[in-house]
């Protein structure tokens, strides 16, 4: 596992994260040793570059705040400009566990993205309201549509192979909800393998929570939209293994 670890990059957007980005960087290195760790500051206007660099993460500065999905983007074309097979992203707000990378990189043997999953019988973690409607419709379509059980379609913790890391650097959708929802789409059209490992969700460290009552009462209409934009751009060629 250890030369796999070298061969991947853990990408880790940030936006204000300076009260857990550091602790989060350390955790990573500790549970994963050989593995390389960039952290995009997506326009934060904290501390959040020193306390990356700190803690020995690579930085890569955003001027403006482009979202999660802008920020990926970035990580993949970090990852393919420096010849790392896979990449995995990890929140950097402490709520996944880098213990958990480990099972997301021995799936990608036989798959190209793997999900760490909230809703699949492991921890306690759970969606109320809208939020959670849209989770139940949303994990259906794209389980059909990926031609497999999925139950946490929005999860942020996941492991891209090499097919999918070459095909994310350059089509990773950046609108709202895009980093994935529209990421599973263009992915399983592009004809990527899709799975998931069952993951215990966290507790933030520290920051904000990005879904406020208000924002969660939009979740719902937003989720679709993104959903069918998704369905009906065309579909991506895919590299063929190596």
């Known amino acids: 596992m250890s030369s796999?670890?070298?061969r991947t990059?853990?990408?880790?957007?940030?936006?204000?994260e300076e009260e857990s980005v550091g602790d989060v960087v350390a955790e990573v290195f500790s549970a994963l040793p050989g593995v390389h760790c960039l952290v995009v500051n997506d326009g934060s206007a904290d501390r959040t570059t020193a306390f990356a660099r700190r803690a020995g993460a690579i930085v890569a500065e955003l001027p403006v705040n482009l979202g999660v999905g802008g920020a990926m983007?970035?990580?993949?074309?970090?990852?393919?400009?420096?010849?790392?097979?896979?990449?995995?992203?990890?929140?950097?707000?402490?709520q996944h566990d880098p213990a958990n990378v480990l099972a997301l990189l021995e799936r990608l043997d036989h798959a190209d993205l793997v999900i760490g999953a909230r809703f699949a019988g492991v921890g306690d973690y759970e969606a109320r309201g809208p939020r959670r409607w849209a989770m139940r419709v949303l994990s259906v379509i794209l389980s059909r549509t990926a031609r497999t059980t999925l139950t946490d379609t929005t999860s942020g913790f996941k492991a891209s192979g090499p097919r999918a890391v070459a095909l994310f650097?350059?089509?990773?959708p950046a609108e709202y909800l895009g980093d994935t929802?529209?990421?599973?789409?263009?992915?399983?059209r592009a004809g990527c393998r899709i799975e998931q490992v069952p993951v215990v969700m966290r507790v933030r460290a520290g920051g904000q929570p990005s879904h406020n009552p208000i924002r969660?009462?939009?979740?719902?209409?937003?989720?679709?939209?993104a959903l069918c934009f998704a369905l009906i751009r065309p579909s991506l060629p895919l590299r063929p293994k190596a």
Do not use: C, T, W
């Not at 400009?81 to 896979?86: G, L, W």
């Open 9 to 16: 990059l853990i990408v880790m957007p940030a936006f204000n």
């Open 4 to 6: 796999v670890l070298a």
């Open 73 to 94: 983007r970035l990580g993949f074309k970090y990852a393919i400009a420096h010849d790392f097979d896979n990449v995995v992203q990890i929140d950097s707000d402490g």
């Open 181 to 188: 929802i529209e990421a599973l789409v263009i992915a399983s």
């Open 216 to 225: 969660a009462a939009a979740y719902l209409g937003r989720a679709f939209v």
């Open 169 to 172: 650097a350059s089509h990773y």
